[in-house]
C-alpha cells in the first residue's frame, strides 16, 4: 500500500528547509559536546521523516495518508479474528494490572535523588508512579489523542471517521504522535528535572547518563502504550481506566488506613498518616485539653487525610453512583419478529469520563510546560515565554516538589482540597505558608480552574462523541444493523438517525458539563490519599463501566448472538 502513495517531493523543499535551520540555530544557541549534537540530530533527522512523508503526499485525500509507511510498518498488537473468550479476556486483564504495578515499582536505573517530579499534582490521573519506569504514566498516549481530537474538532484533519479506511489512518496517525509526545515529555525533563546521579555520571559522563535516563522513559512509556493494546483487543475495558483505576484505589486504600507515623500534632508524639488510624490514634493518646487544644483539629481539617477528605470521598462516590445510573431509554421494536422489544439506553454521563481524563491531562501538560520555561536551565532563557511570570512563577514546596504560585499555571492548576481555597478565606491562620495569595485571588483561581475543567470537558465530549461511533448516525446504523426500530417508524436508519439527534447532542453537552462540574467540586471538597477528587470521579465511573463491561461479555458468552449487536463478531 505505500508504494502506491503518490508523492511530489518539490512539495517538501519548503518544510525540510525550517527543519535544517531550526537544527542550525539549536547548535549555534547551545554549541553542544559532539556526542550531545547527534543524538539532537536523530532526532531532527526523525522529525524531518516525518514532515516529509506528510508534505510530499499528492494524493486526494488527507496528507496524514503520506505517513502509510511508518504506519504500516509500526509493532502494534494484533486484533483476535474470531471470538476471545470471557475468561481470555478475564486473564489478560489481572496480568497487564500485575504488570502496571511491577512498572511502577522499578526504579529508573541512574536517577539522582534530588529530582523533581513536573506532575507531582496530576499522578493519580495520570496513573504513574514518580521515578519509575510509569514515570510518564499515560500522559502521551492522552496527549496524543488531546492533539488528534482537536484537530479533527477544527477541521484541520479531512478525515472521514466513519469510513474504515480513514478511520485505520487516523488511528495510526494518533499512535505516530504517541511516539512522539513520549519523546517530547521525556527529554526536557531530563534536562533540568529528572537528573542522573553524581555517581552514574562520574562512570559514563552526563550526556549518557541523561540519554539512559530517556531510554528507560521511552521504553516505559511505550510499554504502556503497548499494554493499553492488549487490555482494549484482548481484555475487558481500557488499559488507560485499568491503570487510572488501580492507582487511585492504591492511594484511597493507603490514605485510609495507612499506620506509617509523621509528625503533625506540635509537641506531640507523631500520630499515623492514614484517616482512620489518625482518628484511632489521637482517640487514645490524647486527654481532653490536648483534643480542644489541636486535636479535633487536626483529625477534622489538617492534612494528610483529614476526616473532612473520607466524607468528601465517600459524597463524590455516592453522587457519581447516582449520575452513572441516570439513563434516558430509547424503546425499540424487532422490525419482523412480533413482540420482541428493547431498549436503548442513552446515559446521562453518555461519554463516560473519557473528557475529564483528557481534561486533566490537558491541564497536566500546560503545567509542565509553564515549570519548564518558568526554571528550565535552557528554555528559561527563551525570549517573551521564558521566565515569564504570566505565564507561571513556580515555588518548591517541602518534598522538593513544584507548585505554581502566579500567572496562567496558577489559576488553572488543580485546586486540592479545602485546604486551598476555603479554610484560608475563613481564617487566615489556615493560609498556605509563603503563599502570599489574597482572598480575591482565591476566589477567582477556584472560579477559572472550575470554569476550565466544566467547559473543556463539555468540548472534549463533542469531540469523544465524534471518533468513538457513538453520535447519532453511528447509532442509528448499529440499531438498523440489529434488526430493531423505533416503534411507530419507518425502518430506515435516518429517520431513526433524526429521532438520536433529538436526544445525542443534547445528552453529549449535559453529560461533558456534568463530569466537569463533578470533577472540580470533587477536587474542591477532597479527597483521602492525595487522590484527587478527580481521581475518585474517574475510579468510580471506571468500576461501574468495568462491572458492566464484565455484564455483557457474560451475556454474549451464553447468548452468541448479542455479539453482532454489540459489534464484537
Known amino acids: ?66 505517513l502509510q509507511p511508518i504506519i504500516e510498518r509500526m509493532p502494534v498488537v494484533g486484533k483476535a479474528e474470531g471470538h476471545v473468550h470471557f475468561k481470555t479476556k478475564m486473564l489478560w486483564t489481572l496480568y497487564i494490572l500485575i504488570l502496571y504495578f511491577a512498572m511502577t515499582n522499578v526504579t529508573i536505573y ?77 527529554i526536557p525533563q531530563v534536562f533540568g528535572f529528572l537528573e542522573p546521579s553524581s555517581e552514574y555520571i562520574s562512570e559514563v559522563g552526563l550526556t549518557w547518563a541523561r540519554m539512559t535516563i530517556i531510554t528507560q522513559l521511552i521504553i516505559g ?41 509523621t509528625s503533625s500534632a506540635p509537641g506531640s508524639p507523631a500520630a499515623p498518616v492514614g484517616t482512620i488510624p ?21 483529625i477534622l481539617l489538617q492534612p494528610p487525610n483529614p476526616v473532612v477528605a473520607l466524607v468528601g470521598t465517600v459524597v463524590v462516590f455516592f453522587i457519581v453512583v447516582y449520575a452513572e445510573s441516570s439513563r434516558l431509554e430509547l424503546p425499540l421494536a ?30 497536566a501538560n500546560v503545567n509542565m510546560f509553564a515549570l519548564l520555561f518558568w526554571s528550565h536551565p535552557s528554555l528559561s532563557k527563551w525570549p517573551i515565554l521564558g521566565s515569564n511570570w504570566m505565564i507561571g512563577a513556580f515555588d518548591y514546596d517541602e518534598s522538593g516538589n513544584p507548585f505554581p504560585t502566579m500567572g496562567g499555571a496558577y489559576y488553572v492548576n488543580r485546586v486540592n482540597g479545602l485546604g486551598d481555597w476555603l479554610l484560608p478565606l475563613l481564617s487566615d491562620s489556615y493560609a498556605i505558608p509563603g503563599d502570599g495569595h489574597t482572598h480575591l485571588q482565591l476566589i477567582i483561581h477556584v472560579i477559572i480552574y472550575f470554569s476550565v475543567m466544566v467547559f473543556g470537558s463539555m468540548l472534549f465530549a463533542k469531540f469523544w462523541i465524534e471518533t468513538t461511533n ?35 447532542p443534547t445528552v453529549t453537552a449535559f453529560s461533558g458539563i456534568a463530569v466537569g462540574v463533578l470533577a472540580a467540586g470533587a477536587d474542591m471538597i477532597g479527597t483521602t490519599g492525595n487522590s484527587s477528587g ?23 458468552e451464553m447468548h452468541p448472538v448479542l455479539r453482532s449487536f454489540f459489534g464484537n463478531e
Open 1 to 66: 500500500m505505500s508504494e502506491q502513495t503518490p508523492r511530489n517531493p518539490a512539495q517538501a523543499i519548503g518544510p525540510l528547509f525550517f527543519v535544517v535551520i531550526g537544527f542550525f540555530l539549536w547548535y549555534q544557541w547551545r554549541m553542544p559536546s559532539e556526542t550531545a549534537a547527534l543524538l539532537m540530530g536523530g532526532l531532527f533527522a526523525f522529525v524531518a521523516v516525518l514532515v516529509y512523508l506528510v508534505t510530499s503526499y499528492s494524493g486526494n485525500e488527507s496528507r496524514l495518508y503520506g
Open 534 to 556: 478527580t481521581g475518585v470521579l474517574l475510579t468510580v465511573g471506571i468500576m461501574i463501566r468495568t462491572y458492566e463491561q464484565i455484564g455483557k461479555e457474560q451475556m454474549m
Open 470 to 504: 457513538m453520535g447519532p448516525q453511528s447509532v442509528a446504523k448499529q440499531i438498523q444493523g440489529s434488526g430493531m426500530q423505533i416503534p411507530g417508524f419507518r425502518r430506515d436508519p435516518r429517520i431513526v438517525e433524526r429521532v438520536l439527534e433529538r436526544y445525542i
Open 334 to 363: 424487532h422490525g419482523k419478529v412480533r413482540g420482541a422489544r428493547g431498549r436503548y439506553p442513552i446515559r446521562l454521563i453518555y461519554a463516560s469520563n473519557i473528557p475529564v481524563i483528557l481534561m486533566a491531562a490537558l491541564l
Open 278 to 298: 489518625k482518628i484511632i490514634w489521637f482517640a487514645k493518646n490524647s486527654s481532653s485539653t490536648e483534643l480542644m487544644d489541636y486535636g479535633y483539629e487536626f
Open 221 to 261: 512509556s511505550y510499554l504502556v502504550f503497548l499494554m493499553d493494546e492488549v487490555v482494549s483487543k484482548w481484555g475487558i475495558g481500557s488499559g488507560i481506566s485499568l491503570f487510572i483505576a488501580a492507582g487511585v484505589s492504591q492511594a484511597l486504600f493507603t490514605g485510609t488506613l495507612n499506620w506509617e507515623a
Open 110 to 186: 541512574g536517577l539522582g535523588e534530588n529530582s523533581k517530579d513536573l506532575f507531582v499534582q496530576y499522578r493519580a490521573i495520570l496513573a504513574g508512579a514518580s521515578g519509575s519506569l510509569m514515570h510518564l504514566g499515560i500522559g502521551p498516549i492522552v496527549t496524543g489523542s488531546i492533539i488528534m481530537q482537536l484537530f479533527t474538532g477544527a477541521k484541520i484533519i479531512n478525515l472521514n471517521l466513519q469510513n474504515a479506511r480513514d478511520k485505520a489512518i487516523y488511528q495510526g496517525t494518533q499512535k505516530t504522535l504517541v511516539i512522539v509526545m513520549i519523546v517530547v515529555e521525556a
